[in-house]
């Protein structure tokens, strides 16, 4: 153990406690005026009539939705044949599934899962993690290059770029697919709508091993790329061999 802070009677400690609860304030404020100007931003039309396979046969993306008028989709970094899917994207996803449980229940918000790769393929591929989720494929559309998370795609505008502004990590040599969140809108009419979409680094953010690590004076594990301590779950030690 590496200690770094003073050491300090419990006065002081309350002091400088109750002092640094300004600035939780301040970046709890700022937080919810993010969030105020993302709710704001402009929508776009969906226009292509995307289908999708899945284990109930072929859904379109409007019947993704099910009983909810949002929809939250995970693009899942996986290429049809890889062995396993990135195991950062299921660690996240391992994360979500228990907030999915009472958030898609509730018929506020629907979750999917959807991947480039072929749909058999990407059950083999994640069959270890045990998971509720909605999974999808997308191999026989252009889903995940309209949205940017297959190498090559993106808007016409930004083609070729991850994160609309960033160059295609690795080029030419980077891998096929990577990974982001979307999140679509349905009215009542049908017409579906994109709203938002985060990718990279900044999906970081949605880590809740992150906001633990950062109550701990040693903060968050170094590495390159970050969470690199994850695996998949079944490749831990767990008595037994169950989790």
């Known amino acids: 153990m590496m200690q770094s802070s003073p050491v300090v009677s419990d006065e002081e400690w309350i002091e400088a406690r109750i002092a640094f609860m300004e600035l939780e304030r301040e970046h709890k404020a700022a937080t919810l ?12 039309k969906i226009k292509d009539d995307y289908v999708f396979d899945g284990a109930l046969g072929k859904k379109s993306l409007v019947e993704l939705f099910g009983k909810a008028d949002t929809l939250f989709v995970y693009h899942l970094m996986y290429a049809t044949g890889d062995e396993r899917a990135c195991p950062r994207c299921t660690s996240l996803l391992d994360q979500f599934q228990s907030m999915k449980l009472h958030i898609q229940a509730s018929g506020l918000m629907t979750f999917a899962i959807i991947a480039k790769g072929e749909y058999t393929s990407l059950m083999k591929a994640i069959g270890h993690n045990n998971w509720i989720w909605d999974i999808y494929s997308a191999a026989e559309n252009r889903f995940a290059e309209d949205f940017g998370v297959t190498k090559g795609g993106g808007l016409s505008s930004v083609e070729g770029k991850y994160d609309y502004v960033n160059d295609w990590p690795g080029g030419v040599d980077g891998p096929a697919n990577l990974p982001g969140i979307s999140i679509f809108k349905k009215d009542d009419a049908g017409n579906v709508y994109h709203t938002y979409s985060v990718y990279g680094t900044y999906l970081l953010e949605f880590v809740q091993y992150n906001f633990m690590f950062d109550l701990t004076p040693d903060g968050r594990p170094a590495g390159t790329p970050e969470m690199s301590f994850t695996k998949h779950k079944d490749k831990y030690p767990y008595p037994h061999g169950e989790y």
């Open 33 to 44: 005026a993010l969030a105020e100007k993302r709710r704001s931003l402009p929508w776009r």
